[in-house]
């Protein structure tokens, strides 16, 4: 009863939470405006199917998840008897959404369209694909969420922190820079003032929230520079969809899909897998600012929030994002996440959410990220040891190479026939460059939580423990599971691979097994005398 009646002190929100809300909700505005244009502007899939039935059962998988994780930190400030903890973020994976759109989404709709099936069919097909995939994906996280704590038990904090300090510097600070950076005048003064109150502590005229002012500054800037004609060239008003109510029910829409999903299993397993590694990691992270929430329990909600959006009609599965030291800076509480729940969940159901993601300009939505990866950033290196910071910062290479890949195979950059043509040829002087930056990209987060805790064992001078995760990771990259040699991260058998990629595999496999040898030869030494 004590902590019962805890609870019920608790205040639902407080001031912060008004800034960790707008934050949140952009983040998830963001990837589910680069959902739409993917496959809306890219593979010309039809657009009232991505807003008025994709939209809604992907909106509820965060609505689901937020009110769990509103749930578990008023039960963890009641426990704990305190008013600080803040609530796990909850919202749609950005690498993974983004993977969804280009790689299994918008080809399974123009391959559907080339077997002879007209429009509507197509599409219809491609949406009971993509719940097919997240029930897949839910179900895995579902059965790997139990392994979560035995997890953080063996791996060192410079490995958990690292790899997502990697992954937020790469593609939550430099990405969303390079979009803030497009419109200049409108990215560059939403992101000063950001920093202004976030970062320097300075204080806005009537207590303004500082996300709220930098978000309000970036959107008036746009439309008003653009309505005088001093905007970019170009500048025109989107044309909003219609308001419109879909109840996203569940359904068995998802079991038409399932064939479907065969092909591309080597995709979604890995995605599966580095939510789950992702969400242990943001648990380690949440464990660092303070609030010592269970590994199972944050894996559990996420996987339960997934399945829930798949089951509805949704196509891009929900995470814990690696923000919350951030939120917890910005002073947001738990009130946040349930408003971020409400306002997402509802704008899928009622139609709004799609009239935003078409007005918001991405120059204002975009600094808000940059802000989160910094705030990560740093914690990497100051939660962790001292001696541990070498770790930390080549944690974070991975994920510069993933970035690479990620932009080199962007068709608007590089045409698909010339991205192969860079891919193929070995000389003298080795493999590749665009093979070695895609292959070592690929299962970037698993391959910088493995280089971090073998580089932390050799710092411990524990040679033979650096030897195995090294041995490890040599089995893992044989199965694509770090450096996989398809270039869209797939996970394969290595005796079905042939030519260059079979190369490649054996080369990064034989190159961890041999290091692993020489540090289990160098372990058969007398130790030092001391002095």
Wanted: with cysteine; aromatic share 10%; proline share 6%.
């Amino acid at each position: 009863m004590p902590h019962a009646s805890a609870s019920r002190r608790l205040p639902w929100f407080v001031a912060g939470d008004l800034n960790g809300f707008f934050g949140l909700v952009v983040d998830n505005l963001s990837i589910l405006g680069f959902i739409a244009a993917a496959l809306v502007g890219i593979f010309g899939f039809p657009a009232e199917v991505v807003f008025q039935r994709m939209f809604p059962g992907t909106a509820l998988g965060v609505l689901v998840g937020n009110l769990v994780y509103t749930a578990m930190a008023r039960r963890l400030a009641a426990r704990e008897g305190r008013a600080d903890v803040t609530a796990m973020p909850l919202g749609l994976d950005a690498p993974t959404s983004i993977g969804m759109a280009l790689l299994v989404l918008g080809p399974a709709y123009v391959g559907f369209r080339q077997q002879g099936l007209d429009e509507a069919a197509a599409a219809q097909a491609t949406w009971q694909l993509g719940m097919a995939s997240l029930v897949v994906m839910g179900v895995l996280k579902l059965a790997l969420s139990f392994a979560g704590d035995w997890i953080t038990r063996v791996l060192p904090r410079a490995a958990l922190l690292g790899s997502i300090g990697g992954a937020a510097l790469a593609l939550l600070g430099f990405l969303p820079l390079v979009e803030t950076l497009r419109n200049p005048v409108v990215g560059l003064a939403s992101l000063g003032l950001l920093l202004y109150v976030l970062l320097g502590r300075g204080r806005l005229p009537w207590g303004v929230p500082g996300v709220f002012a930098a978000f309000v500054l970036g959107t008036v800037l746009y439309y008003g520079l653009g309505l005088a004609g001093l905007g970019l060239p170009g500048f025109a008003l989107p044309q909003a969809q219609p308001l419109s109510f879909v109840l996203p029910w569940p359904s068995l829409g998802f079991v038409d899909g399932l064939a479907d999903t065969v092909p591309y299993l080597p995709l979604l397993l890995p995605f599966g897998l580095l939510m789950v590694v992702g969400g242990i990691n943001v648990a380690e992270s949440a464990r660092a600012a303070g609030d010592d929430y269970r590994t199972r329990d944050v894996l559990l909600a996420e996987a339960f929030s997934t399945l829930v959006a798949g089951l509805c009609g949704g196509v891009a599965q929900t995470t814990p994002y690696i923000g919350q030291p951030a939120y917890k800076h910005m002073g947001a509480r738990h009130g946040y996440t349930l408003l971020t729940g409400l306002f997402i969940g509802l704008g899928g159901i009622l139609g709004y959410v799609a009239t935003l993601v078409q007005w918001l300009p991405v120059a204002a939505l975009a600094p808000i990220i940059v802000y989160v990866g910094l705030d990560i950033t740093v914690q990497a290196f100051h939660e962790s040891p001292r001696r541990h910071a070498p770790a930390v910062a080549l944690a974070f290479l991975p994920a510069i190479a993933y970035l690479l890949g990620i932009k080199l195979g962007n068709p608007a950059w590089i045409a698909p026939d010339a991205f192969a043509a860079l891919y193929a040829g070995i000389d003298a002087h080795g493999l590749p460059d665009l093979a070695t930056i895609v292959t070592l990209g690929n299962g970037f987060i698993i391959t910088a939580m493995l280089w971090s805790t073998a580089l932390v064992a050799i710092v411990e001078q524990r040679p033979r423990r650096a030897a195995a995760v090294l041995l490890l990771a040599a089995a893992l990259t044989l199965f694509g599971i770090v450096h996989s040699v398809d270039p869209r991260g797939g996970i394969y058998l290595p005796w079905n691979l042939e030519g260059l990629r079979a190369t490649i595999a054996w080369q990064f496999a034989a190159a961890y097994a041999v290091l692993a040898a020489l540090l289990g030869l160098l372990s058969l030494q007398k130790p030092a005398k001391a002095g």
